[in-house]
Antibody, heavy 112, light 109 residues
Framework: QVQLVESGGGVVQPGRSLTLSCAAS????????MFWVRQAPGKGLEWVAF????????FYADSVKGRFSISRDNSKNTLYLQMRSLSFEDTAVYYC?????WGQGTLVTVSS | QAVVTQEPSLTVSPGGTVTLTCASS?????????PYWFQQKPGQAPRTLIY???KKHSWAPARFSASLLGGKAALTLSGAQPEDEADYYC?????????FGGGTKLTVL
């Protein structure tokens, strides 16, 4: 069964940085494009970033462009999201996923 | 970025049929948008129900189907069950960038 496990969330002050990780298992990670999406408390889902199977193509939502960076290490079956210049509006549960399967999420809280 | 629009809420009777739709601000939704449908229940992570317009995930009950209808992506639930009460999100691709709809809160009552 496909497993995607996010980690790295926590409480961070505005303006600081945080890196999320997503450990993938039970599927051929290097063959799949991957996503990060997020959900602010009480709100809908928001797409954050996309990376192609080999990391050659990356796309970002306007709300995070220039501040967030998606990357992957196919040798470690791991997806990353580097987040900098965090603001209160970035407070959300962050989910990693491929097209058909998603993790349980990790909570990022930006608070002073 | 484009705006994707869904009905904010819908109600269906148990055993009834309901269609949720997903419209794009850029025009007609096509298979090139690779429409996805997610189901999310309170306190749970979202789950992919439909991908690539009409392909069902292995867990998706047969009562769910999806299509392109009248320029929109559509998700039809035939024979609604109480456990289908959830939020449903569509998700469209725009040449690498992706956009979620605002979600439809489906009530089975």
């Amino acid at each position: 069964q496909v497993q995607l496990v996010e980690s790295g969330g926590g409480v961070v002050q505005p303006g600081r940085s945080l890196t999320l990780s997503c450990a993938a298992s039970e599927f051929s990670f290097s063959s799949y494009a991957m996503f990060w999406v997020r959900q602010a408390p009480g709100k809908g889902l928001e797409w954050v970033a996309f990376i192609s199977f080999d990391g050659s193509e990356k796309f970002y939502a306007d709300s995070v462009k220039g501040r967030f960076s998606i990357s992957r290490d196919n040798s470690k079956n791991t997806l990353y999201l580097q987040m900098r210049s965090l603001s209160f509006e970035d407070t959300a549960v962050y989910y990693c996923g491929r097209s058909t399967d998603w993790g349980q999420g990790t909570l990022v809280t930006v608070s002073s | 970025q484009a705006v994707v629009t869904q009905e904010p809420s819908l109600t269906v009777s148990p055993g009834g049929t309901v269609t949720l739709t997903c419209a794009s601000s850029t025009g007609t939704v096509t298979s090139g948008h690779y429409p996805y449908w997610f189901q999310q229940k309170p306190g749970q992570a979202p789950r992919t129900l439909i991908y690539d317009t009409n392909k069902k995930h292995s867990w998706a009950p047969a009562r769910f189907s999806a299509s392109l209808l009248g320029g929109k992506a559509a998700l039809t639930l035939s024979g609604a069950q109480p456990e289908d009460e959830a939020d449903y999100y569509c998700f469209l691709s725009y040449s690498g960038e992706w956009v979620f709809g605002g979600g439809t809160k489906l009530t089975v009552l």
